[in-house]
Structure formats: structure tokens, C-alpha cells
T-cell receptor, first 116, second 112 residues
Framework: NAGVTQTPKFQVLKTGQSMTLQCAQD?????MYWYRQDPGMGLRLIYY???????DKGEVPNGYNVSRLNKREFSLRLESAAPSQTSVYFC???????????????FGAGSRLTVL | DAKTTQPNSMESNEEEPVHLPCNHS???????IHWYRQLPSQGPEYVIH???SNVNNRMASLAIAEDRKSSTLILHRATLRDAAVYYC?????????????FGQGTILTVHP
């Protein structure tokens, strides 16, 4: 089972360049999320999409945009990359049944981004 | 949002039980207690979750205090593959989609 697939796995950018991180899930989940993880720290939520067609800001949305292309795909775009955006990015998805507190997140393997 | 407190690190020997504690004194009545772990260079993976009662699955057990202000993740027989960062997280009920707050977690070291 593929689960959550992220591309690319590694990327090096120069300051000011743009790029899009792609995420796709094959579990028919309604909700998808983008997190970032900096060295020695926990994960911080950037954006999430509760369902197809909706997106909302998380804890650290500045400098990012997202698109929920369809139920399967949720992309994260950096319009003008900055060194502070050097991080490991994780995409996740969950089914979000009615009792949402019980829902489990499935994470991708991560995309390591370096901005010089 | 309610927060959790975990020890920064713990150590165990292989094949011994491991008890990973978590304090969540401000937990609300509808918060679920979730545990995830992150192996080196991988994304977090779900371990177990519970609301009020103790829970068991193939990976671990979750013991929840009667007042729900603390919980303990129990690995019955640690293996080298269990070396990871373990995160204790409160997941609100209702419609607080995806707003999981990951702290720094507990780094578990397993010695052969």
C-alpha cells in the first residue's frame, strides 16, 4: 500500500526561487495536512484541508500557499523561498469520521528542503 | 489548546518493558490521547490512542489515569527497532481538524 506519497524527497533552492511540494494519498481520506519539522523540534502545522475544496491556515502559514487539487492531492507552494524555510516537510492525511478526536493521521516519508 | 509534558529522553535495554510517561493536566473531557513515534529519517507513525479506558494493540499498550491528567505508553518488550522519538498528543474531539500540537517528544534509546 502506498499510503501518503510526497515528491520530491530532496530539493535545494536558492533564495527567491519558487517550488511546489506534491502530496498524494490513496486511502480515500477526506483531510490532508502539511507540517514542517526543524532540527530537534516537533512538527508544526502549516496548512490543512478538512475536505476537498477547503483549506485553512495552521500555526505557521506565512510564506506558503496550498492547493487541494482533488480528494487525493494536496500541494504546498513556496513562492519566494527563504533560508528560514529550510526544513523537512511532512504531508499527512486522515479520514476524519464524525468523532474526529479518534481519527489517526498517516504521514508521508517527508521532503527535505534546503534554501541557500 | 491543552498541552502535554514528556521527559526529554529515556533509555531501555532490549527485551525489557518501557514505560513512557505523559502529563496532560489541562486535558478536556473530549480530548483523545494519541501517541505517535518517529523513527530516524522517517515520518511520524501512529502507535495508539485512547479516551478514558486503557487500550492495547499489537504495538503497545496505553494506560490512562483515572483523572485523565496523565497517561503511560507501554512497550512490553523493547527492541532496537523501537528506538525513536515518541510524541504524546491531545487530539480535540469535535471539528478541530488536524490541529495536532507536537511537542518535542521523548527520545527513546534502546541498548542491546
Amino acid at each position: 500500500n502506498a499510503g501518503v506519497t510526497q515528491t520530491p524527497k530532496f530539493q535545494v533552492l536558492k533564495t527567491g526561487q519558487s517550488m511546489t511540494l506534491q502530496c498524494a494519498q490513496d486511502m480515500n481520506h477526506n483531510s490532508m495536512y502539511w507540517y514542517r519539522q526543524d532540527p530537534g523540534m516537533g512538527l508544526r502545522l502549516i496548512y490543512y484541508s478538512a475536505s476537498e475544496g477547503t483549506t485553512d491556515k495552521g500555526e505557521v502559514p506565512n510564506g506558503y500557499n496550498v492547493s487541494r487539487l482533488n480528494k487525493r492531492e494536496f500541494s504546498l507552494r513556496l513562492e519566494s523561498a527563504a533560508p528560514s524555510q529550510t526544513s523537512v516537510y511532512f504531508c499527512a492525511s486522515s479520514s476524519e469520521l464524525r468523532t474526529s478526536g479518534a481519527n489517526v493521521l498517516t504521514f508521508g516519508a517527508g521532503s527535505r528542503l534546503t534554501v541557500l | 489548546d491543552a498541552k502535554t509534558t514528556q521527559p526529554n529522553s529515556m533509555e531501555s535495554n532490549e527485551e525489557e518493558p518501557v514505560h513512557l510517561p505523559c502529563n496532560h493536566s489541562t486535558i478536556s473531557g473530549t480530548d483523545y490521547i494519541h501517541w505517535y513515534r518517529q523513527l530516524p529519517s522517517q515520518g511520524p507513525e501512529y502507535v495508539i490512542h485512547g479516551l478514558t479506558s486503557n487500550v492495547n494493540n499489537r504495538m503497545a499498550s496505553l494506560a490512562i489515569a483515572e483523572d485523565r491528567k496523565s497517561s503511560t505508553l507501554i512497550l512490553h518488550r523493547a527492541t532496537l527497532r523501537d528506538a525513536a522519538v515518541y510524541y504524546c498528543i491531545l487530539r480535540p474531539g469535535g471539528t478541530s481538524y488536524g490541529k495536532l500540537t507536537f511537542g518535542q517528544g521523548t527520545i527513546l534509546t534502546v541498548h542491546p
